[in-house]
C-alpha cells in the first residue's frame, strides 16, 4: 500500500517553499486493515510524498506543462503570451484546467520564474474564477479570433491600473504526481505511516495493489481515507487535518458542553427533522453565500432536538458551487399550477443542480467528513469550523443537534468508481455477499455487514469522532434494521446511558470500554445526553435475524434505543406509503367522510375505523407492549396483543423512549399534502388545516418521543410530490415568511409520480385546496401552542412504562365506541384512586377540574358518556360529551395530590344538539337544515334573546354593562372561521386540562365556558398546615413561610348539577393562584371583554403540577 500526497491547491505559500508550514503536532497516520482480509494484497507497501503538482502557465506570456515537461521546457514557455487580458474583469485563455485552478502571479520587478515544477519570485498571486459563459459579445465583436476563449473573472477589489505595471504569468494549478511516495508499515493489521508536521495540511490518497473479485485480477486501486477527517471539493482526495487544533475551533468551542441545552430525561426529547438546505435556500434574509449551507442556522424555537438530514460527504451534488446550475424560479412561477413544465425545466438539470439527498439513501462516500456543498468553501478545512459554528449555534438558542448517520450502505463499490472507498481497500469484507458472492442491494444498493468486527469497528469509531470532534447531541440510523444489535445494544447504547471517561489506545480496544470513558471532564462531551434512534425496518437478507440479531424494531426492546412507530403513521392517515394513496385513516375520512376509493362494505370500513383507533391508542399509550387497554371488542388485552394486518403485534416497546411517534417525515408525501389526497374533495380548505393540526397535535400530546417533518407546522407542502429527494429547490422550498405553503406549483417530477398524476392534477388545478397566509398562520401558533401544552407538564412526557400504565385511560372503548372519537385521560393520581372519571368534581366545556386539597369528592364512578347527534345515515359526525358529578362531598385527613388532564381527540366535533352551521356555507346550512338539524341559535346569557349568527349576539352583549366584580365569558365558537382563530387570545391557567381537537369539514371547536363570581366568601386552605385565609394573596404570604409551597385551590362554594351536557355545566369561582401557569391558546375574546389581568408563568418544578379552570 502507497499514499500519495500532494499539496492543497490555492495555497499562497513562500516563493521557495514547496509545501505549507503548519504550526501544528505530529501525529501519525493509519488505517485499520486486518491482515487477514489483505491476503491478497501484493507485500510491498509504499507511501509517497513527492515531486508537485503539474504546472501550465501563460503570461504575457505563457507556461505550460504537459505530462514530460521539465522545469527547463517551462521557462521557454515564459517567452509565449497566450493569455489575453481583454477587459478590467476578463482574462481569456484557451486551457482547460479540468479539476485544477486557475492562478494569477504578479512580480513587480520582472523575476518570475520555473523551478522545481514551481513558479518562484512572485510578489503576489491571485485566484481566477472560472466561468461557464463565453467571453462577452462585446469581447467576441472585437478580438472575433479569441472568441472560444474560456473567460477567467479577475477578484473586483484588484488594483488593476497598477498591476498593468507588473511582470504577469497565469497558471494551471492541477493535481499530478504527488509531492512524496511513502511506504506504509504494517503492524497486527493496521497499516500506518508517520511523518513530519510539514505533511499537515497536505492532501493524499492511497495506492493499494489487491486481488478484486469483481475483475477476477489484481488491480492498483486509488482510494480515499476511510477515516478521512477532511476532503478536497467533492471528496477526490482526503486531507490531513488536525480536528482538534485551536484553529478550526469556534471561540468557546471546548466550553460548548456547558451551554447545551438542560435535558433532564430522553422522555423530555421532540424531534424537527430539517434539511440543511431547505432551512435557508429560499430565504432572502440570509446572506447569498450563507444560504443552503451551515452557517445560515442562527434561531428557531418551540422543539428541543433538531434532527438534521445526511451532513455527511455523499455523491451527486458538486460541492463547487459554481458547477450548478440553476432554473429560473419567476419563470416557472409563470406556469399553471397544474403543469408539467416545471417539473420538466426541474428535471432537466435536476443532477447538475445544488439539491439531492440521494437517490440512493443519500449516497453516502464518507461517513466522518462534513458535505462540502454546505460550506462557503468545499476545499480545506473550511467545511470543519462551519459545521462547528452550526451546531454552536443551535445549541446556544436552546437547540440540540442530531445527526442522520447512514452506515447500511455505501454508494459505489468496484476498483474503478470514484466515489468507491472500503471496496478498493478490501475488497469483499466492508460489504455483505449472498450466498454466491454478490454484494447484497437490498438498502437500494452495497450493503454494509455490520456483523465484521471492523465495520463495527469503523462504525463505532465514526459515531466517537462525531460525538467528540463536533459535539452532536444524538443520531438517527438510517435502515437502523440492516445493522445488527450487537453494534447498537452493546456498544451504542451505551453512548447514550454510561459513558465516563476517555482512551483509545491501540486497535484491540473494546468500543464498548471507549464510549464508556466520554465525560465532561476529559472529553467535553456528556455521553449521558446522547439519544440513538432509528429505523428498525425488519426486510431483506436480515429479515428474521437472517444473517444474526439485528436492530429491528423488536429485537430493540430494553435497550433504551428509539424506533420510528409507522403504526401510529398508518392508522392515523390510513395505508401505508407503498399502498394506494387514496386509502383512508382515523383523521382522512374513514367510514366518516368516505372519498371515492373503494374501501369496502359500511361494516368493514366502520371495523377499520375501530382497528385504527386501537392502533392510536397503543402509540399515544408510546407503543409499549404491556399497556393495558380495552379494544374495540370491548376485551382487557396487551399492546403486543393488538394486531396489525398480517398479524404482527402492534406494540414492540418496553419503555417511552423507545417509541418515535410520527406521521410524517422527508420521505413520501408531506403531511398537508397526503392529507389532500385521501380526504373528499369537496371539504373545504379550512377542513384540511384543522386535520393537519388534529394530526400534529394527536403526536404532541402521545407519550413517548415526537418527531416531526420540517414545515408539518405550517401547511408544509411539495405539490404531492411523493419523493422529492431530487426535486430541486423549487418542490422542497419551505417558506418562513408564511406568504405560501408551496401548494400549486406544478405536476411533481415524472419519475416517481406520473402514475397518479390524474389524481394530482385535478386537486393542483383547483383553486379551493390553495391555503392562505392566515391558515398557514393559524396552524404555526395552534402547534406552538400544542408543544407548549406538551412541556407544561410531565404527565404529558412520562419517562417509565409503569408511569404510563397508572395514569394513562382511554375512554369511549370497546363494540358500543361513538366513531370517530378518541379520549385519553392522564392523571397524577395517589395510592387507592380507581381511575381518572371517577374523581372528576365536574365538567364544563371539556374541561375537567382537579385540585390539590384534603377535601375531595368520594370514588365512586360518575357516569360517562358521549352520544352521536343526529347521527343517521348521512351524519356520522357530531358527538355530544356528557358528565354526570355527584353533589356529594367527603371530608378526610389523607392528603390528595390530583392533577388531570382529559384530552378528546375527534374525527368529528364536540358540539350541541343540533350541530351548528358555517355562516360562509349557505350550501352546508341548507344541508344541515334539511337533514334536521334545524338552523344555529345563539342565546345571550344575561337575557335569554337569540340572535341567527355569533356576530348578531357579540355586537347585542356588548350593550350589557357588566358588574366590574363578575367574570367574563369566553365562546368556543363553530360560526368563526379557522383562520381567525389566531386573531386573539386568552391567557388561562388550568387546573385540569380539556384539549378537543376537531377536524370537521363544517365546523371548529364548539364550546362555551361561563365564570361567574361565587355567593359565598371564599375559604383558601393552606394544605401544608390547614391554616385559612380569606384571600389568595393572603394564604401566598402565608405560603411563603413554607420552605416550598403547593399550588392549591380554594374549596368549592358552586355544586354542579347532577346531569348536564358538557357545554352547560358551569364550574366554580376561584382566585388565580400567584404562581398559576399560563398558555396561549387561540381562542377568539368576546366581544366585551376589554380588560385581561396578566397571568404569571411559573416554571414546573417536581411532578405533580395543577391546572386552573378561571379565564381572567
Partial sequence: MSLLCSPPPFLSTPSNSRSPILPLRAGSLSTSLTRSRLGGCRRRRILKLGASSKLRCSSAMSIEEG??????????????????????????????????????????????????????????????????????????????????????????????????????????????????????????????????????????????????????????CIANDPYARGLSADGTRTLLVDVDSETLKPEAWDHLVDEKPNLLSFSDISIYELHVRDFSASDNTVPSDFRGGYLAFTSSAGITHVHLLPTFQFADVHDEKDKWQNVDFQMLESFPPDSDEQQARITAIQNADGYNWGKILYNPVLWGVPKGSYASNPNGSCRIIEFRKMVQALNRIGLRVVLDVVYNHLHASGPYDDYSVLDKIVPGYYLRRNLDGFIEQSTCTNNTASEHFMVERLIVDDLLHWAVNYKVDGFRFDLMGHIMKRTMDYELYLVSMKLKHSSLQGARVKARSALQSLTKQNDRVDGSSIYIYGEGWDFGEVANNGRGVNASQFNLCGTGIGSFNDRIRDAVLGGSPFGHPLQQGFITGLFLEPNDHDHGSTSATEHMLAVSKDHIQVGMAANLKDFVLTNHEGHEVKGCEVSRHDGTPVAYASCPTETVNYVSAHDNETLFDIVSLKTPVNISVDARCRINHLATSLIALSQGIPFFHAGDEILRSKSLDRDSYNSGDWFNRLDFSYSSNNWGVGLPPKEKNEQHWPLIKTRLANPAFKPQRSHILAALENFSSFISIRYSSPLFRLPTANAIQERVRFHNTGPSWVPGVIVMSIEDGHEGVQDFLSRIPWTKAGCLIGKRTKRHRPHSPIPFTITPNNNNNNNHRSPTVSAAASSEESTTTEEVDTA??????????????????????????????????????????????????FQALGGHRASHKKPKNEKKTAFFSDEEDFPSLSSSKHRMSLNSLSLQLSNASTTTFSAAATLKSSPSPRIHECSYCGAEFTSGQALGGHMRKHRAGPIIRSSPDVVPPDQASIEELEPEDSKKPANGLSLDLNLPAPEDEKEKSPNQRFRPAGFVHHYYSTID
Fill in 67 to 220: 505530462p514530460t515537461s521539465s522545469s527547463s521546457f517551462l521557462q521557454d514557455n515564459m517567452l509565449y503570451s497566450r493569455a489575453f487580458w481583454v477587459s478590467k474583469a476578463t482574462i481569456a485563455w484557451d486551457v482547460d484546467a479540468g479539476d485544477g485552478s486557475y492562478c494569477l502571479y504578479c512580480s513587480k520587478n520582472a523575476t518570475l520564474s520555473v523551478a522545481n515544477g514551481e513558479i518562484q519570485g512572485y510578489d503576489v498571486k491571485f485566484k481566477l474564477e472560472k466561468s461557464n459563459e463565453m467571453l462577452p459579445d462585446h469581447v467576441s465583436e472585437k478580438f472575433p479570433h479569441i472568441k472560444n476563449y474560456k473567460p477567467l473573472q479577475v477578484p473586483p477589489a484588484l488594483d488593476v491600473k497598477s498591476l498593468l505595471k507588473y511582470q504577469l504569468a497565469v497558471a494551471v494549478l492541477s493535481c499530478g504526481d504527488p509531492l512524496e511516495v511513502v511506504q506504509l508499515e504494517e503492524s497486527n493489521g493496521v497499516w500506518c505511516a508517520k511523518g513530519p508536521v510539514t505533511w499537515q495540511g497536505c492532501y493524499y490518497v492511497y495506492e493499494v495493489s489487491v486481488y478484486h473479485p469483481s475483475t477476477l485480477r489484481i488491480e492498483k
Fill in 900 to 949: 388531570r388532564c382529559l384530552i378528546l381527540l375527534s374525527r368529528g366535533y364536540f358540539s350541541t344538539n343540533p350541530p351548528p352551521t358555517p355562516k360562509h356555507n349557505s350550501a352546508a346550512a341548507a344541508a344541515a337544515k334539511a337533514a334536521g338539524g334545524g338552523a344555529c341559535v345563539y342565546t345571550c346569557k344575561t337575557c335569554n334573546r337569540s340572535f341567527p349568527s
